[in-house]
């Protein structure tokens, strides 16, 4: 585990989080890590339909969010960092991929066809180490990549209960329209898996992964 290497990495690493997620940059300070944040301006319009998993889907735009993050600090002459990470969070029911919703609209249809059923949610993960050469040949850096999937069961939702939690706008910035770590955590009956997949960031398999990607005893 990663716990007890904590003060080798924030003494000697640069490590960026390549999001503006403040459940993200909650969840990795509260591991004790010494992170700085820039929000990527990678575009996420990747086509769904060329991918055979929503977990595939959510490590790729994962991976384009933190090459982003990584050639903008390259281009800007700064430190370079030791490691950027890059996360994606997207919810699937019924085979369709649920992001963000783009307006209360989009959100009210979203937890409608979440009430009362079964949804996967599926965080893809990526670890961009720019000063280590990718041992498996080329010219890049390391990439280590991942992804953790949880299922979540809602509980039946009356259409009163929906609209009161869209019109307080927690639902606007979250994946499948919902955040189970505030107020959309009372529509949630159960889930099987990693409570903190749901939340944006499987912090028990990052541990392990960063781990390995600096070769920490």
Known sequence: ??????????????????SQSPRRKELLQGLGLTIQCIASTFEEQLDKSSFKTAALYAIETATHKAI???????????AQPDL?????????????ILEKPRDAAQAKE????????????????VLLLPKVQDPAG???????????TTQVEFAP?????????????????KAGAYGIQSLGGC??????????????FPLCRFSEELTRSFLLG
């Open 1 to 18: 585990m990663v716990l007890q290497h904590i003060a080798k990495l924030n003494s000697q690493k640069r490590i960026i989080l390549g």
């Open 138 to 148: 080329g010219s890049g850096p390391l990439v280590r990549t991942f992804s953790e």
């Open 157 to 173: 939702l009356q259409e009163a209960t929906i609209d009161a939690y869209v019109a307080t706008g927690d639902s606007l910035d």
């Open 84 to 96: 950027v990470i890059g996360a994606d969070t997207v919810v699937e029911h019924g085979g369709v």
């Open 68 to 78: 982003e993050v990584a050639l903008r600090c390259a281009s800007e002459g700064g």
């Open 110 to 125: 979203f937890l409608t066809r979440l009430s009362g059923e079964w949804h996967s949610v599926h965080t893809g993960v």
């Open 187 to 200: 529509l949630v009956r159960r889930l099987q898996g990693d409570y903190f997949t749901v939340m944006g």
